[in-house]
């Protein structure tokens, strides 16, 4: 663990001393705690996080095919564990006086063919949703949302009667949606919260994808997408390598909607490392800086950014966000334990936690989650969520010279629609070997800033910043002029954001 930080840690350090030398500008500080932000998630209460688990896995098998079947018990499979999820965010907007609007995502998945299929015939998926509509007209069309799926499986994707808990995959993140939504609703947010428990996900990432064309067809402003999955933090016996203060953070590096022209202008620039996404997971950093650093009963716990899409090829729900063009990011434990995932519940011969053979208890089980981990990982999802929504807007067409020869960077923008008196914008940037911003200069109310920095060494960003510190994500200016290649190459399209 020690050398895996370094690792991390070294190229941030260069980039810190690069920055320094560049120009006057110091680190960038911590942004300033929002009180009623740090009240709401000192209320995340890890005993009803587990009790939201507990109740899932009383479902025995929640797999999303189970929809269809006429002769479960009653009180089991996927609609019982649906109609629960809509019952109990009802419940929160019951207590906050109706503050969320609970709705269904009902649909007809069609059987899809082939011999890997998992939909062998027509199928009901529900994802179930609950917005907390923002309180500002000028912003509130502006959307963040968290999710988990709240189906599961054992060793068999098509298995519908024999129990699949599912406890850390995926009730653990279900449950960080639902807390989110208990302690996020005591509050107003200028822009719109949206907490989601999605189906299908171990079918296909069906439910995701219909819900994220969803958004999509209906012109949902989604500026961000955090998707938690298998954040259970998994505590087995004799088992080594697990980190109870690092939840990873995986993110695209380049758009999945990127065009061959965009992919040229990526790579002409430097920019594989900077999707709307990738700044999403810097910022979920920033906000980690701000609000667990400085709490005793939290201090330590914090994000670890993971420079890919996903766990080695492997995907998720926020992938489905992604095919859409929207900066969608996944919370995952620091170490899985695959015994205690995809597993028909059993104890057998087979690899121990150490490595030797033994006697292994097979199956996603209540009691290998941590109650405290996932409360920590609500508590940062719920300081993003409300950071993002307290924020004003993106700025707007970001840009910087494309081909000029000078050792100086001027970067220009646009407002962000409906932002409110007092935004501010920080331009910041980084060293191009570090991870996580280094660098940051107020413009003011200003729409330009010329840096006393060279872009050949440096990657630039800009942000909007409300009267209170609420810093939004940054977004990476796009070239524009003259092209660093031949005069004769064309002019490149912007790549999504």
Known sequence: MRNRWLRRTLPLLAGFVAGSAASAQQAIPAAPVDPAIAKAIAQVDPDKVYADIEKLVTFKNRSTISSMETDL??????TAAADWIFAEYTKISEACGGCLEVKRDDFIEPASPGPASRILRDTRLQNIYAVLKGTDPAQAARRVLVTGHYDSRNSDALDTHEAAPGANDDASGVAVSIESARVLSKLKFPSTIVFVAVAGEEQGLNGSRHLAKL????GWNLEAVLNNDIVGGDTTPGATGQDKTAVRVFSEGVPATATLDQLHTL????YESDSASRELARAIEEVDRTYFKATPKVAGFHPVLEFRRDRFGRGGDHTSFNAEGFSAVRFTEWQENFNHQHQTLRTEMGEQADGSQGMVEYGDYLKFIDKAYIANVARLNAACLATFASAPGLPTEVHIPGGSTDNFSVITWKAPAGAPAGTTYEVV????????WTNAQSAGPALTLKVAVSKDSFIFGVRSVDAAGHRSPAVLPMPVG???MSPSTPSRPRPPQ
């Open 73 to 78: 018990p009653p009180g089991t499979g996927v």
């Open 215 to 218: 958004a999509k067809a209906e």
């Open 267 to 270: 790579q002409t620039y430097g």
């Open 429 to 436: 940037w980084r060293p191009t070997e570090a991870p996580t």
């Open 482 to 484: 003259r092209q660093t």
